[in-house]
């Protein structure tokens, strides 16, 4: 008789290793192919020993959610350390941190931004969308020191929805289907210089 092997469980990083086994399933299956009994498959435990730190998918799926945004923010924050103290190529920066994140893990970055990522309660800390959006308007900030409140906003706004947006149609394969990896990077990167632009005109009107 084969026994499931319980390798994690014993180890004593059984949460550890259905984070990682749940994370790959959904990049590979999505969220439709996402069940608590596969992760636990392939984390070579038993389908009920999830339940020590999972009671439901939806759990699991919650801390992948609140993981990625924790990646998400370091990635964009990395970015930005990169580059020079000019606050529009700081602005591209964010950009560039944000749309890499995406590029490397579609699926989790659409669950993300998807409607049950909104009902997820976060952990005491965790800014979930919170931390992205504070950083971009920081960055915006910088730009438009000198500009209103109201104006800010509106450049943070527009900054958000141009890197995500496009980074979204690129996933969902209307932007750069045929293109290289290399065309589709400078498409990009084109794409954030223009928006850092649009906003640095909007310091000086």
Not at 34 to 50: D, G, K, Y
Not at 150 to 167: K, V
Not at 180 to 190: F, M, N, Y
Request: net charge neutral; proline share 1%.
């Amino acid at each position: 008789m084969t026994r499931t092997k319980a390798r994690g469980y014993h180890h004593g990083d059984l949460r550890e290793a259905l984070v990682a086994s749940g994370r790959k399933l959904l990049e590979e299956k999505g969220i439709r192919g996402f069940t608590l009994r596969e992760c636990a498959r392939r984390a070579e435990v038993s389908h009920a020993a999830p339940a020590h730190h999972f009671a439901s998918m939806d759990d699991l799926l919650a801390e992948l959610v609140r993981r990625g945004f924790a990646e998400l923010t370091a990635a964009m924050t990395a970015e930005v350390q990169r580059v020079e103290d000019e606050p529009a190529a700081r602005l591209v920066g964010l950009g560039v941190g944000y749309m890499a994140f995406a590029a490397a893990n579609p699926t989790l970055f659409q669950l993300m931004f998807s409607r049950e990522a909104n009902r997820i309660e976060l952990k005491e800390g965790d800014e979930g969308a919170e931390g992205v959006r504070r950083l971009q308007a920081a960055v915006v900030d910088e730009v438009l020191a000198h500009a209103s409140g109201e104006l800010r906003q509106r450049a943070a706004d527009f900054a958000w929805a141009s890197m995500h947006g496009f980074i979204t149609l690129v996933l969902e394969g209307e932007i750069g289907g045929r293109d290289s990896s290399r065309a589709l990077k400078t498409r990009g990167l084109a794409a954030l210089a223009a928006m850092a632009e649009t906003v640095v005109r909007l310091a000086r009107s």
